[in-house]
């Protein structure tokens, strides 16, 4: 789809992917040229490599106030990384066939565990409640010996709401199973301090803090029992062979430094836009609701339910202006379904089509919101002019009964 | 985001004939259930020439669901209802200059909204007899319920046969496992097991066509074609061994020591060629250990 000039658009939707930092590009780009040594070799070309890499380390162990740099692997994202723990939990237990995630964990999670299903293995999902929350004596009543780990996402991508990881990851401690957390939205929105807590592991991806697409990275706590995905070679002490994407890592250093910098402003500035931007539009547009947990989430997140119309369209107005955002609403994915967040969460089907999330980042500003809020309301219009199910200035009385299609 | 043509995006931007038409006589509303769109159409259609004097509609869907419905009061606007009805969703979609296969549902619910007005119009009732599944095969834009419905009326076993009866997983391939999980679902309700080295049924492959597996079992298979009538003079045969065109049997029971064993050899022969369609030689198995000996 064209757009307008990419240069001036707004870019809200910084929880699919981020803009790699100007600083983050410039740390990276000697490893493509002078530095390409391979870091495993003993020469001066792969010295400087590896000892590049060594910073890396140390930079995102900073970021996650993880103990030890062994415990950072580099993978190549954040899938790759919550495939590599949940299937090396089976693999180093093989009594225990059960795993405890949720309903609106992402699909790297959530796709694995319903192949590891057909696999013979039995997986329970937790269930959230209308506003995006866990019930935490369902998920302690499941723990067992029979479970080879739990894997629970730190905040959810859609919503943005937060999951209460270090207190569930305690219970699994104290009842001797495994936790992993999918953390690729909370890692730099969030101050983490893994060695606080009983975090076996988690995985965050590079590119929703400012660094490339492609490079991610396992967080594997000492003395976990670990079985790699990828064999064949040193390299991450044994535990992901593979020629190291020595730029990447690089680069993802960089960012989680400056994600480190940044933790102050995400939490006050960036959350103010946020607010700013959802009271600005709740105000002018009529029947539309915040979904997931206003009152703990994500500082960058906001997701609105527009009743009546469908997100798609809404984006594709919103594109138009240069506005980029996002939506579960099922025609922006190709699938059946809208989002399994907002059905999980039992958002009316006319409302969790039209769910739209903005989410911001620290590049956004202040100006940009403002055009934002003013961009949304006749746009709400002018497609709730086009729906069956809204006449006027509202919706039809009984919108239910008065458009009740037959479905094919 | 989508490949959307020029003129879907100028159809969803710029509407024609949104809104409901005023004193409509008749309504269709549907929606599609894959997509949870919605729409509803209304018309004016003059009673004596039974034209469609004026559409109008009303849309709760994405930026496709729009632009075809647009389109479809376009075409139809002027039309007689009866040539209006064979108006399809291919029509509709090809005056939009195509839809992406995961949209092309939305020129369906177009040209079902249709069907309803007319009915509606008629003081019929109508019913949809169609039911859309997840898109399975993107490029050939097959769904997972055409693929059950197909596979459950026709028997088929493999995802080739699917493939020359749906059209899906004919292109690049990356839907043969889910192909497979349909198929697996379906025979385990005949209490059966999918068997994915299972050769399709009546249909000659080629000889590069066969993996080394395969043409073991089609050899077996040949063999089980003809055992029926080596039975019934009480021998029959055993496959030994299978090296490249060299294919090598014992004969069993009465065949053993039979004096037309030879001319048995050759009937067996002569159908293993043509049930392959590949040239092969039919050997007893003494002739594998005088070969190996002479080898050693």
């Known amino acids: 789809m064209s757009g307008t000039d990419k240069a001036e658009g707004i870019y809200l939707d910084n929880n699919a992917t981020t803009m790699v930092a100007p600083e983050v590009v410039e740390e990276m780009l000697p490893y493509f040229t002078e530095q390409f040594g391979n870091p495993s070799s003993l020469h001066q070309f792969g010295d400087k490599v590896g000892r590049a890499l060594k910073k890396a380390r140390k930079q995102v162990q900073t970021l996650l106030g993880a103990q030890y740099d062994s415990e950072i692997i580099f993978t190549s994202c954040g899938t790759e990384s919550d495939s590599t723990a949940i299937l090396s939990a089976l693999k180093a237990q093989p009594d225990r066939k059960e795993i405890i995630t949720t309903v609106v964990e992402h699909p790297a999670v959530l796709t694995l565990c319903e192949h590891l299903e057909k696999e013979g293995y039995k997986v329970h999902y937790l269930k959230v409640d209308s506003k995006g929350r866990l019930d935490i004596q369902e998920y302690y009543k499941l723990l067992s010996d029979n479970v080879a780990i739990v894997s629970v996402m730190w905040a959810n991508n859609e919503s943005g709401t937060l999951f209460p990881v270090e207190e569930m990851a305690e219970l699994a401690r104290q009842a001797g199973v495994l936790f992993h957390t999918d953390a690729v939205q909370a890692v730099s929105k969030l101050p983490i301090n893994l060695k606080d807590t009983c975090i076996d592991m988690l995985s965050l991806s590079g590119h929703k803090l400012h660094a490339p697409k492609g490079i991610g990275v396992l967080y594997l706590r000492r003395g976990v029992r670990f079985r790699p995905l990828l064999r064949g070679g040193h390299q991450e002490r044994g535990r992901r062979a593979g020629t190291e994407n020595a730029a990447s890592i690089v680069a993802l250093g960089k960012a989680c430094e400056m994600a480190m910098e940044a933790m102050e402003y995400e939490k006050s500035s960036v959350k103010a836009m946020r607010d700013h931007l959802e009271q600005g539009i709740l105000e002018k547009v009529s029947h539309c609701f915040v979904t997931g947990d206003p009152n703990n989430r994500l500082p960058n997140t906001c997701n609105i339910a527009f009743e009546y119309i469908e997100g798609e369209a809404i984006l594709l107005l919103l594109n138009k202006m240069g506005i980029a955002a996002s939506s579960g609403s099922a025609c922006t994915s190709g699938s059946l379904e809208p989002s399994h967040v907002m059905r999980a969460m039992d958002i009316p089907f006319t409302a969790a089509h039209g769910s739209v999330r903005l989410s911001l980042s620290r590049y956004n500003t202040m100006d940009e919101i403002e055009r934002v809020i003013e961009a949304v309301p006749p746009i709400v219009a002018q497609l709730r002019q086009l729906s069956p199910y809204w006449s006027g200035d509202g919706p039809v009385e009984e919108p239910e009964k008065a458009f009740a299609p037959s479905y094919a | 985001m989508w490949d959307y043509s020029e003129k879907v995006q100028e159809h969803f931007f710029s509407p024609r004939n949104a809104g409901a038409v005023d004193d409509a006589n008749a309504v269709g ?206 021998g029959d045969v055993e496959l030994v061994e299978v090296d490249g065109r060299y294919i090598y049997v014992k004969m069993i029971g009465a065949c053993a020591g039979c004096q037309m064993a030879a001319t048995t050899l050759g009937g067996i022969q002569q159908h293993l060629a043509e049930g392959l369609g590949e040239f092969i030689q039919v050997l007893p198995a003494e002739e594998l250990a005088r070969r190996a000996a002479m080898e050693a």
């Open chain 2, 29 to 234: 509303d549907v929606g599609s259930l894959s997509c949870g769109d919605a729409l509803r159409l209304t018309l004016k259609v003059d009673p004596d020439s039974e034209v469609i004097l004026d559409a109008g509609f009303q849309t709760f869907g994405c930026g496709s669901a729009i632009a075809s419905s647009s389109a479809l009061t376009e075409i139809i606007k002027g039309m007689k209802i009866d040539d209006a009805l064979s108006v399809s969703n291919q029509d509709i979609a090809d005056y939009l200059d195509g839809l992406p296969p995961e949209k092309m549902h939305c020129s369906v619910m177009g040209r079902e909204a249709l069907q309803a007005a007319v009915a509606n119009y008629r003081g019929e009732e109508w019913k949809d007899d169609h039911e859309e599944g997840a898109l399975i095969c993107k490029c050939f834009a097959i769904d997972e319920v055409m693929i059950e419905e197909t596979v459950r009326s026709n028997g088929l076993r493999t995802v080739e046969e699917v493939t020359n009866y749906t059209k899906a997983g004919g292109g690049c391939s990356a839907c043969h496992e889910g192909i497979e999980e349909i198929l697996t679902r379906i025979l385990a309700e005949k209490g059966e097991t999918f068997d994915p080295n299972a050769v399709a049924g009546e249909i000659k492959k080629p000889k590069s066509g066969l993996t080394n597996l395969q043409r073991m079992k089609r050899i077996e298979e040949l063999l089980d074609e003809i055992r029926p009538n080596l039975q019934r003079d009480h």
